[in-house]
């Protein structure tokens, strides 16, 4: 089946510690996204790609890093200058052709905790 | 940007139709309203989506008032697997849309 797949599902992490999140998606679509959602909140963009090696910041990107060296992967990486970076993180794609972009496919999400 | 602007909550009783509105009152000519859902802990869900015209499809009909400055999805027989916080986008139409999720409706669905 089609989809986007996040691993790991729940994610623990130590005060300083850098961790990744796995986003992959078998949709062939080219844009991908990361939001972050705080309990009780709506979704933040963190990151976006429209195309395979670019990426451009969203309005909450500083202590995060992405990388998309392929079509079908998009991981984000929270490093420890993300001050608050416990949260439930949705990686999503969609399609974008000639100016046109679809509605957002989403996966099943990764939830941070940091100890 | 088009904001939109939707009620924090709503009840609806299970079997009955929910109708869950949004504003949108600074939509430009042709930008999309889109409807998501997101079931507790898990990612959204797309419903819907329109320009000017209603649209109807197996999950909910979206009414898009004439002059489209708001809109009603609308779950013809709501169950309780509908209980869910409700979100209403208008992307932002620079050179790619970006989705932004604002605090949506929780809708209760109650036996």
């Known amino acids: 089946d089609g989809g986007i797949t996040q691993s790991p599902k729940y994610l623990f992490r130590k005060e300083g510690q850098n961790v990744t999140l796995s986003c992959e998606q078998n949709?062939?679509?080219?844009?991908m996204y990361w939001y972050r959602q705080d309990p009780g909140q709506g979704l933040r963009l963190i990151y976006y790609?429209?195309?395979?090696?670019?990426?451009q910041k969203g309005d909450i990107a500083e202590g995060y890093s992405v990388s998309r060296e392929k079509k079908e992967s998009f991981p984000l990486t929270v490093t420890s200058a993300q001050k608050n970076p416990t949260a439930f993180y949705l990686c999503?794609?969609?399609?974008?052709?000639?100016?046109?972009?679809?509605?957002?496919?989403f996966g099943e999400g990764s939830r941070l905790t940091v100890l | 940007d088009a904001k939109t602007t939707q009620p924090p909550s709503m009840d609806c009783a299970e079997g009955r139709a929910a109708n869950l509105p949004c504003n949108h009152s600074t939509i430009s000519g042709n930008e999309y309203v889109y409807w998501y859902r997101q079931i507790h802990s898990q990612g959204p869900q797309y419903i819907i989506h329109?320009?000017?015209n209603n649209e109807t499809n197996e999950m909910a009909s979206l009414i898009i008032t004439e002059d489209r400055k708001s809109s009603t999805l609308i779950l013809p027989h709501a169950t309780l697997r509908d209980t869910a916080v409700y979100y209403c986008i208008v992307p932002r139409r620079v050179s790619f849309n970006k989705f932004y999720f604002g605090s949506g409706t929780k809708l209760n669905v109650k036996p």
């Open positions: 999503a794609s969609s399609i974008s052709s000639g100016g046109y972009t679809g509605e957002l496919f």
């Open positions: 790609s429209q195309i395979v090696n670019d990426f």
């Open positions: 949709l062939n679509h080219d844009a």
């Open positions: 329109g320009l000017k």
